[in-house]
């Protein structure tokens, strides 16, 4: 027989059936006093078909269809109510009856409310909860801490911490760890110290859980040395652990420390979890080992972690780094929509390994569906600009920048520069340069180095005083590029003066310097000179420097000398093609043609082969490329007549061509035809019959 209740007309369970049925079941009022025994089938009416799932199963018997002994209690209730909440509707009716029934100043249930409201998305809504309750404990301290840090609200989660200090709330490891993770997020580094002495102060230092939230946080505010010493008083440490130093150590540029610690983790058989595969794969990425990074591979497809996303970045900059560009594009390709770190990696990958069109029309594609690129995305389409070479390409990347947010940004203005200055046009180049308001060195050295490029070796050197003017220092990369601007121009003793006065702007000459100086002299036949200056060095000699002296000496074809410098090559650089290609070159200009013989056996012997060079040629914006003796392109026959026509105008003002260097023991008509079939003439006569004669050339 159903209670029989004053405020109910009808038996419970059919209140409850239009209760449950109702789409807004909170609105029935009165819904039941705070303590009321119901029947055992009523019970199970509510946890049957009550839109939110409740869990009352110790409240009642499932066998038995009698009435029930024991009561609900309305926090239990309630609780099982906010557990089960999926949308802010459900939250505001149960905020209604917790006012109705007096029951919002019950802690644990208004705790409960703002860790649901806070993981439902209504942080808002939680703070407002939590700002009405009078005295709230370290538990509804941690919710909205917790609340704030879980949505990236880092800021309001430091300020709430603050104020539970000055509301006398001794804090818990929860509170801890919740805290430390806004301060690693934010690099509040100083903050995160004052939390590291209340955790040491109140004897959390044993804590695990705290402890790891240390090391992450030491280790993503560059502090290392920090971070390790957390890390080795660690006692019983977790995957965590592990990762947050592994992370440390690669963030920070230590890739062969997060691989030591790796494999000291692998020793103690700690299972690693996505995150520290992330990080290894960062470390092989960074020390461009191919090898190792495969077999970590494996281990995410043994793992079955090989879609996760951050992994797919990893392996794709992996892969793209170590050159393999065709199996890193195989993992972007499997990402339906790739985040703009995937873009990234894929276009410098594509950038770095001289896939320059690969990385324009990735870009392109990237733009064209509205992603909205970083100045890394940028920049390094800029870089595969620069390396294609097309000046309507460049002018079309200058376009978008000046449409864009990077208009003023002075690393992305920095990149135009050394684009326009590769795409042949310094003074585009010049015309980026003289807009950007506010130069550091890195602008003026790209300058000069753009100068150096097209020979205009005092325009550089002004540039350099000019520099000094407006009272910026130059680095390292500015002697570079003016030791560059000054062999390409023949300005010895300038050149000479500029790198004796390096260390007067305290900048240590590098091998690139050194290499430029030889350079420099070897250009102006000072062999002698060159030598000497190299036997000096305070610095070992480097293939660079070697390299430098050998192309000298095949010039001025100083046989002796250029075999030393090519001795000093081969022990250093053994497999290097284009070292047996110079000194093969030196042998033939002094037509010792048994030795270049000797040289192209000593090349079979170790594998190498010389690959074709090919010259490039922009018209009416597409780019064509020749190589030596080239008749693949629809229109040879009139290349070639255009180059024969070219040899016989020559002759005719006087010129003489320069037959040394050919590696073929010819006569003196193959020779010369030889000359006439080379990339550049060839590539030079297809723009001359492919443009009007007023049009400049270059």
Known sequence: ????????????????????????????????????????????????????????????????????????????????????????????????????????????????????????????????????????????????????????????????????????????????????????????????????????????????????????????????????????????????????????????????????????????????????????????????????????????????????????????????????????????????????????????????????????????????????PDSITVTSSIAACAQIGSLELARWMDEYISMSEFTNDVIVNTALIDMYAKCGTVDMARFVFDRIPDKDVVVWSAMMVGYGLHGQGQESVNLFHVMRQAGVSPNDVTFVGLLTACKNSGLVEEGWDLFHRMRDYGVEPRHQHYACVVDLLGRAGQLDRAYNFVMHMPIEPGVTVWGALLSACKVHRHVSLGEYAAERLFSLDPYNTGHYVQLSNLYASARLWDHVAKVRVLMREKGLTKHLGYSVIEINGKLWAFQAGDKSHPTSKEILEEVVDLERRLKEAGFVPQTESVLHDLNYEETEETLCNHSERLAIAYGLISTPPELPFG
């Not at 209340?198 to 705290?210: A, K, L, T, W, Y």
């Open 1 to 372: 027989m159903a209670l029989s209740l004053p405020f109910l007309k009808k038996p419970p369970n059919k209140v409850f059936s239009f209760i449950a049925l109702c789409p807004h079941p909170f609105k029935i009022r009165p819904l039941y006093p705070p303590r009321f025994k119901f029947p055992a089938s009523t019970l199970k009416f509510i946890k049957t078909h009550f839109s939110l799932s409740l869990n009352l199963t110790t409240h009642f018997n499932n066998n038995d269809d009698r009435y029930t002994e024991n009561t609900l209690k309305p926090d239990k209730f309630y609780a099982s109510l906010i557990d089960n909440s999926v949308h802010k509707t459900h939250l505001n009716q149960i905020h209604s009856k917790l006012l109705v029934t007096g029951l919002q100043y019950s802690g644990f249930l208004v705790a409960k409310f703002v860790n649901k409201a806070s993981n439902l998305g209504e942080v808002s809504y939680a703070r407002k909860v939590f700002d009405k309750f009078p005295e709230p404990d370290v538990f509804l301290w941690n919710a909205i801490v917790r609340g704030y840090s879980r949505h990236g609200l880092f800021g309001f989660a430091i300020e709430m911490y603050a104020r539970m200090q000055v509301a006398c709330v001794s804090p818990d490891g929860f509170s801890f760890s919740c805290v430390l993770k806004a301060c690693s997020a934010l690099l509040a580094l100083e903050m995160g110290r004052r939390v590291h002495g209340q955790i040491f102060r109140r004897g959390f230092e044993s804590d695990v859980f705290v402890q790891n939230g240390l090391v992450a946080l030491y280790a993503k505010c560059g502090e290392i040395l920090r971070a390790i010493v957390v890390f080795d008083r660690l006692v019983g440490r977790t995957i965590v652990s592990w990762t947050s130093i592994i992370s440390g150590y690669a963030q920070n540029g230590q890739p062969l420390e997060a691989l030591r610690i790796f494999s000291e983790m692998m020793k103690m058989n700690v299972r690693p979890d996505w995150i520290a595969l992330v990080s290894v794969l960062r470390a092989y990425t960074d020390v461009e080992d191919l090898e190792h990074g495969r077999s970590i591979h494996g281990c995410v497809i043994k793992m079955g972690l090989e879609f996760e996303s951050d992994l797919l970045i990893s392996l794709t900059s992996l892969y793209a780094k170590c050159g393999q560009v065709t199996i890193a594009r195989l993992f972007f390709n499997q990402v339906q929509i790739p985040n703009l770190i995937l873009w990234n990696a894929m276009i410098s990958g594509y950038v770095k390994n001289g896939y320059a069109e690969e990385a324009v029309e990735l870009f392109r594609r990237m733009i064209s569906q509205n992603i909205r």
